[in-house]
Nanobody, 116 residues
Framework: QVQLVESGGGLVQPGGSLRLSCAAS????????MAWYRQAPGKQREWVAT????????IYADSVKGRFTISRDNARSTMYLQMNSLKPEDTAVYYC?????????WGKGTLVTVSS
């Protein structure tokens, strides 16, 4: 069993920055790749970024490439999403995701609101 808890969301002005965190607990030795997803109001959930088990390789959606950075600290069982140059269209609930022991796990999400 794996538990995921997101934090760091809040209200920020356009052009500002936020750093999201995802803390994992439970059978953390079974965790492999991790990812961030988001769901904007009235829209489908979309994939944002993925990071491999070692943290060496990362992949980003075109909409956030060059502005967001995904990273992980395996010693603290935590994944991060550094968000810079935020736009109103980045407003969404951001979710942490991982696979462990053949099962998929999700956090409950943290809300990011980008507005003047």
């Amino acid at each position: 069993q794996v538990q995921l808890v997101e934090s760091g969301g809040g209200l920020v002005q356009p052009g500002g920055s936020l750093r999201l965190s995802c803390a994992a607990s439970g059978s953390i030795e079974s965790i492999r790749a991790m990812a961030w997803y988001r769901q904007a109001p009235g829209k489908q959930r979309e994939w944002v970024a993925t990071i491999t088990t070692s943290g060496i390789s990362t992949i980003y959606a075109d909409s956030v490439k060059g502005r967001f950075t995904i990273s992980r600290d395996n010693a603290r069982s935590t994944m991060y999403l550094q968000m810079n140059s935020l736009k109103p269209e980045d407003t969404a609930v951001y979710y942490c995701n991982t696979g462990a022991g053949g099962m998929m796990y999700w956090g409950k999400g943290t809300l990011v609101t980008v507005s003047s």
